[in-house]
């Protein structure tokens, strides 16, 4: 046979497959129906596990027969999601989010108290006069002093760093978003550009070590390679750049903005060290409720998964069983439970549409432990 000929008869097949699915979808249905009457979950792994070993046993080829496992992996990935849909099925955070739905959005606000962690300088500082144009801005020292004065009410919201494009995601933040319990209201993301700064008169050559934030360094790191510069940690780059100008130091810099060198009377000795020259960081809003403002399309979530084959399989094909862009996945050991990984879905959507909302009750109810960072909009 030539190719159409092939190709016709892989036609009439897949013809059948679809007429065959649909039947199995209507059952599918009435499956669902009967969880609902006996309040049963509708994830049953034994249940799947039987039909793929059963639907296999029989194949003697080993690549065919895990060609089926992945197939069948998808098709209860689409099952359960279907059954969830029409179950109605809600969670903790669904409820939430139905709430919100109902009464209504409002516009992110244009003002507000803002904490931010470091000195006026920071990136943080520039990051909050972006989100608000008039800010009343409170500076403490570490990412959890940010996230205590919100906590008690200090300041309404807070800005930190989450993600940089060379560095990675500040992890300890997103520990304390799940510590606290907080939530991202919207979100920044800034070019970085740092300069090699010190104090008047002193030259390159002077210079026998930098100080700066660890991401900071991390992000110069073969500059600083390259001119043998030894590395001293400091809590935040504008915090170093304050330092350095009151201490009156000849043989340190630190690793800065422009803006903050200018601000801290220090002299820029060398612009733009930075390893990648598209060196972004995201910054994220905090909130102490959950808010959801009006034009908010991105959508943040950590879950656990266990450590078993297809864990992973299984939970991105929910996603893409809906057409879900995912923008970031990321995951984490968890320090205090081996062979266990938190995992960092960030995807695009509307998190009001019934699909996601129950997509979210879906990924809660799987797993105990769920956490929805937000929903909100992300500027440049």
């Known amino acids: 046979m030539n190719i159409d000929e092939v190709r016709k008869q892989i036609d009439s097949i897949d013809d059948q497959m679809v007429a065959l699915y649909l039947k199995r979808l209507r059952l599918v249905a009435e499956v669902a129906q009967c969880k609902s009457a006996a309040d049963a979950p509708i994830n049953d792994p034994t249940r799947e596990n039987a039909i793929v070993y059963r639907l296999t046993k029989d194949v003697a080829d080993d690549d065919c027969k895990l060609y089926i496992k992945d197939l069948y992996g998808s098709i209860f990935t689409a099952s359960k999601s279907y059954q969830s849909a029409l179950l109605g099925r809600t969670s903790p955070t669904a409820q939430r989010l139905q709430a919100i739905k109902a009464a209504g959005q409002t516009n992110f606000p244009v003002s507000a108290s803002v904490a931010c962690q470091g000195v006026m300088g920071a990136n943080s500082h520039s990051a909050a006069v972006k989100l608000f144009p008039i800010s009343d801005i409170t500076y403490f020292r570490t990412f959890e002093g940010v996230f205590a004065a919100v906590a008690k009410g200090l300041c309404t919201y807070g800005v930190l760093p989450i993600e940089n494009s060379t560095a990675g995601s500040v992890n300890e933040v997103y520990d304390l978003m799940k510590q606290y319990d907080f939530h991202i209201v919207k979100s920044v993301r800034l070019k970085i550009n740092h300069c090699l700064a010190a104090n008047k ?83 994220i809003c905090i909130g102490k409720k959950l808010e959801v403002f009006a034009g908010s399309n991105k959508i943040s979530v950590m879950t656990r998964l266990p450590h078993e084959p297809g864990s992973l399989h299984k939970t991105l094909g929910r996603f893409a069983s809906m057409g879900l862009d995912l923008t970031k996945l990321e995951s984490r050991p968890l320090a205090d439970m081996p062979f266990a990984f938190m995992f960092y879905f960030d995807f695009d959507g509307n998190v009001f549409d019934d699909k996601i909302i129950a997509l979210i009750a879906e990924l809660e109810n799987s797993t105990d432990d769920f956490t929805f960072l937000g929903s909100y909009q992300e500027i440049l």
Do not use: M, W
């Open 201 to 283: 008169g002193v030259r390159l050559q002077d210079v026998g070590k930098v100080v700066s934030h660890p991401q900071a360094l991390a992000q110069c790191s073969a500059y600083l390679k390259n001119h043998a510069l030894s590395q001293s940690v400091a809590e935040n780059t504008a915090v170093a750049a304050k330092e350095l100008a009151q201490s009156g130091d000849g043989h340190t810099a630190v690793l800065c903005s422009e803006e903050c060198a200018k601000l801290y009377g220090l002299d820029i000795l060398e612009r733009a060290v930075q390893d990648n020259s598209a060196n972004y960081t995201r910054f």
